[in-house]
């Protein structure tokens, strides 16, 4: 055999081990998707009593639109006016109002829910949420509605500066939510200032929220804008005016654009 | 969830969850990044004079060789381990979810489950003919999708025409995943009426005295689960830390070195197990044998069935391995653990705490004092 055949047989070998050796690596290496179930570790959670009543949940939680949310939790609440899982149904009912744009259902539940459940901290939160965004229609009513909203903004506050980690929730996810709730708490404080008029107050919310949240929505930069403007910080007002104008939601940037117009033609 | 004050709870609050994951993505990364250098380094050899081409071959083969074996310990040591008796068999996940069946279709669609193909595991199901088998099929489907109340409408509807073992435990794990404790009992009860030797109930039924801390009772099903299923790690594990919740040490001692055994002859990533042996051999003197296991908790490399570790979990065990070290008077070395630990867990206000006593101990109080403070920080927020 000649020289530069030697070689090539020498290459061939040594290039077809390293394959070998390359695929038994990534062969090993892959480990099987065994579907793996771990069970909850702690002996606390609302408990459905029978069969129907679990799946009456289910169909809940299953619901695809909010018309078929807000049928389906009626149907729960009347045939399970008993049951531990009615908090969360109703709190879904009421979520499913609010994308409905239905204001009085929303706040209805929430009264409700909060009747049933005086510690429900995430309905306090969507109270708290809600209340100052009402309709032209409860304009006369603003006082009693600014008052109440702050009622349950202070109660959920409360609320959230006593929760302690629960046994078997991880540090890390309890934190994650505190914190989420903490800033949507400071971000309905704001909006309830805004609507009270007290805009110094909702400048300082807003400014909070926009140093604690990583990515904070254009609503908060449309709100911040308008306390700014009302505060008579125009140069403040025009720069969240203009990040709320290049926002995903149309309605915001819609708003945003109005108001940077109105900005620039009251005082060019 | 937050907490229990506002009573709000997801029903399925779960202490440990373990969703399947890809392969890790960096052992992916390094298998394509080997794949692309043997061919850069096959072009590169044609610039060497031809009496350097085979030194180069074989440099280069001997790199690879080298790479892989770092990258892929556990194998290999695995080859080298005397794994006869632990062969490797379906873990609980298997054999809990997966009704056994002989009928060959019925087997092609548990095999696409078992290996995580469920769309082709659907597409199977469809050529089934619809009778019971296929509607429990469905049923088994529908969980491994993670569509439970689905899945328990099927199993119910399935239930009402059918008295079945198989059927029940499976509504049972439904029911636990959801944390439904009672509706949990009362189909595992069903089920042990038709069955009374299925380890699958008394897996479960274990389980929940577990969770209701009726620590005995679950011993005598994980007991039970174990002279049917020998090298079931959970059931090992289960038993081996009811045994030490209820003092019996060393009971618990042989029930949880079974499990690691069983965990490290078939790769398989579950930390709970090393660490309740880790902290029981810490606790009971055996501090080399502590040590052993956290070295052997935090080196995960290799083949891993299932999901690799979590920071928290790597967290968890190098804070054990920090209080090994203390044990054995290297304060370094515990310093050192327990800094990586909070940087894998910065929530880890257990770490903080540590270090402020082992700083304090030092007489380094500006530390202690900055230790201390994190601690205070964290703990305030939890």
Redesign the interface.
Known sequence: MSHPQQQRRIRYFLCLGLGTLLSWSTWCQTPDRLNLYEFPTVSNGPQAHAADELDAFGRVEEAMSAAETISLAEAFARDYPKSQLLSMVLLREMNAEVVADSYEGAVTLGHKLLQYDPNNLEALVMMAQVLPNFPSQYASRRAQIVEQAQRYIRAANQLLASLHLAEGVSAKSFLENKHRLSASLRESAGFTALVAQRYEEAVREYEWVLAHEDEPSSVTYLRLGLAYYYSGNLSGARTQLRKAAQGRSPMVRRQAEQMLTKLLANHS | ????????????????????EA??TN?RLL?AG??LT?CLL?RL?SYFV?GL??MW??L??GV??AV?LV??PS?LLAVSQNCSGNESSE?V??W??LPPTQVAELMAIRSA?????LLKARELLQIIPSDGQRRLWEGVLLL?ERR???S??KL?ELAQTEESGPIETLLA?N?????????TQQAVDRALKLDPDDPRSHYLRG?LRF???DFAGAITDFSSVLTKKTNDFHSLYYRGFSEWLLGNVAAAQTDLTRSVDVLSCQ?IHFPFALQALAQLELETGQISAALNHTNLGLNTG??????GPRP?EIADILLLRGKVHIALGHQGEAENDWHRAIRF?P???TGWYLLARLYQQRGETKLAAEALMQFQK?HD??
């Open positions: 969830m937050l907490g229990s004050a506002s009573g709000t709870l997801c029903l399925g609050t779960i202490g440990k969850t373990q969703i399947p392969p890790a052992q298998n080997l794949a043997c096959r050899q031809p081409r085979i071959c074989c280069t083969g690879m060789a892989l990258t892929s194998q873990d996940s298997g809990l979810t489950i078992s290996r995580g193909e491994h439970t109340f689905a328990i409408r119910e794990v029911y636990l995943v959801l944390n439904q404790r009672q509706l389980r969770v209701l801390h790769h290799g083949r891993i069935r299932g999901r928290e867990n929530n880890l206000e964290i927020d939890l």
